[in-house]
């Protein structure tokens, strides 16, 4: 392997391919656990192919992650690459920590409200996944940035909501404990795509 | 715009201006929780004023990061001056995430020490605010980092106790998820102000 | 002292020295808690010791980010380095946060499941240790890696079914708040262990 040429003349489009693989593989995650919590049954062979999804997501991060330790010249700043390559990764953990749960949890029933916040997460690595196909051309990058901030906040209020509802309603704490923890973990995936919106921006600043 | 010019002649100054106003508002989110607690009528209101002390914040910290990545000389390492400023906000996000659990958790009475520990918080963020307003000439900047390590200990052993008395005595186990929670959200506050002087300190050291 | 003599001409050794002796420390954390599992007896003493060995490491943490911010030539990526002496840090704060959790919720007995969980946390740590001690050299720091990668493996999945026994078995909503937090706050211990050897791995390859 020719390594040190490897090192003085990367291919910079390498990066942009596997952000672009890496947010792709993301949005399949945030697809499969709305069409779990919209059709809940089979959960455990569901839950199993969200882990599979997370699975290739960790091995594309590695790859980036390798393929930015190797190389000297890179198209953007090495720590937003590195940082950007995390943040992505974080929301697919998280998106598979709440399907996990599902199934830890012996979870029977969905509750209401639940299905529109994975939605909103759906949404969120939508524009997660159309930001990151533009990165190269830094097209509209900000028009998604703004969005996802706004989804964020949606999800908030919603997060919100649905725990003080829970508090108010759910007499079992043991039920309380488990659905305060999903709707938590469920907000904190939201939460990091606009994380990823944050480094996209600074990346935009930087290069305008 | 004169983009270029702003980015060749940067006014270093907004720096320190901006890390000050930053500090000021943290500090004042401080003041309002400790009100809040103090005086534990018009919860709503008092909680909303908090929240609107929390996106001036966010407001300052996208300024703050929106000149940064637009300056091509900074005071000192622009590493620190991202994660000083990150921290800095993540004190009034949690100082927001206490006061807003509040409503939440529809919470009618204050149980003792929480305002003890809310005021350890207040004093830590004045130690801040005022190692922020010396940040340039960096002036007894170790002295307030000492301080603010000292009282993240105090805080540390104050919400011990707490959590031990709420295991001890609380018998209502909803109750005890609501309080368990607000303790370690405020205490975690606390815990990012040492954060904060822990970048302070890294940056004095550089400089010194 | 001579500071600028110190800058210019940096023993780059003691880098090495002080993440041995970091990660020796972190180690016998580990160890301590393991010991106390196994032994479960005069508790607040042994839980006393490991606090003693958590005071150690953060005068060690220390000593190597002052010597960091003082040091003008690192022997690897500054940035590396803080992370790294970070994240080790980490371990043995979360395995404080376990300890005193023990006397904090008034522990009395130890859940079946639990010191399995913080052997493989001492694992991690024994793999951890290595792989500082040969982190000049860089002997063998993959093999380590990979082994820490398998151990963060099997304490995710022991973990996640103690929380399902736990949600299936336990009939007391407060012993379940107190033991699904003791198996989480370990298992985020041996996570970090994944982070240390993430990093590990950054630096051999930048450095291959």
Request: contains cysteine; proline residues 2%; glycine residues 4%.
């Amino acid at each position: 392997m020719p390594g040190m040429l490897n090192k003085l003349l990367p291919r910079e489009n390498a990066f942009f391919e596997l952000f672009t693989a890496q947010a792709e593989n993301v949005h399949k995650g945030a697809t499969a656990l709305v069409h779990l919590l919209e059709n809940y049954q089979n959960v455990a062979v569901q839950v199993d192919k969200i882990k599979t999804i997370e699975h290739t997501g960790d091995e594309l991060t590695h790859d980036l992650l390798t393929r930015l330790n190797q190389t000297f010249i890179t198209p953007f700043d090495r720590e937003d690459i590195h940082n950007l390559s995390s943040k992505v990764d974080d929301v697919l953990d998280l998106t598979d920590a709440v399907a996990s749960r599902l199934v830890i949890y012996n979870v029977h029933k969905v509750r209401p409200g639940f299905a529109d916040l994975a939605r909103i997460l759906l949404l969120s690595t939508d524009e997660v996944r159309k930001a990151m196909g533009n990165l190269e051309q830094q097209n509209g990058l900000m028009d998604h940035c703004i969005e996802i901030n706004r989804l964020e906040n949606e999800g908030d209020r919603l997060s919100r909501t649905m725990i003080a509802q829970l508090f108010d309603e759910e007499k079992d704490p043991v039920e309380l404990i488990k659905w305060k923890e999903l709707v938590e973990v469920l907000e904190i995936a939201i939460d990091k795509c606009e994380d990823v919106a944050n480094v996209l921006e600074a990346v935009s600043l930087k290069n305008a």
